[in-house]
């Protein structure tokens, strides 16, 4: 059962501004405070690396390619994840993924890191030309 759904992705030209977002349900949805939050992208024939991050703390976290860029933000009541991209840059091309889990712990770089996360949307493609 598909439980995060992205939408907001398009077409943008170099320097402008996209705002995705990831709707929950089901389980993630239930007790969505309870859960981590990231954002991934993925290029073709490449591997698919974390963009920010976000904690139930509402910490955030970023990679250093989008620092000062992308904002990350969550809506517990809507239970919705955001990602404000500002400044797009050609390089900013990819499938963006929201992903979900419950993590006890948080030390910023595994945030980052796919494998923290089992619940994965389908994916937004987001095009920077």
């Known amino acids: 059962h598909v439980q995060l759904v992205e939408s907001g992705g398009g077409l943008v030209q170099p320097g402008g501004s996209l705002r995705l977002s990831c709707a929950s349900s089901g389980a993630v949805s239930d007790t969505y405070s309870r859960y981590s939050l990231a954002w991934f992208r993925q290029a073709p024939g490449k591997e698919r690396e974390g963009v920010a991050s976000?904690?139930?703390?509402?910490?955030?976290h970023y990679s250093d390619s989008v620092k000062g860029r992308f904002t990350i933000f969550r809506d517990n009541a809507k239970k919705t994840l955001y990602l404000q991209m500002n400044s797009l840059k050609p390089e900013d091309t990819a499938t963006y993924y929201c992903?979900?889990?419950?993590?006890?712990?948080?030390?910023?770089?595994?945030?980052?890191?796919?494998?923290?996360?089992?619940?994965w949307g389908q994916g937004t493609q987001v095009t920077v030309s």
């Open positions: 976000i904690s139930v703390y509402d910490t955030p």
């Open positions: 992903a979900a889990d419950r993590i006890s712990s948080w030390y910023a770089p595994e945030t980052l890191a796919p494998s923290r996360y089992g619940y």
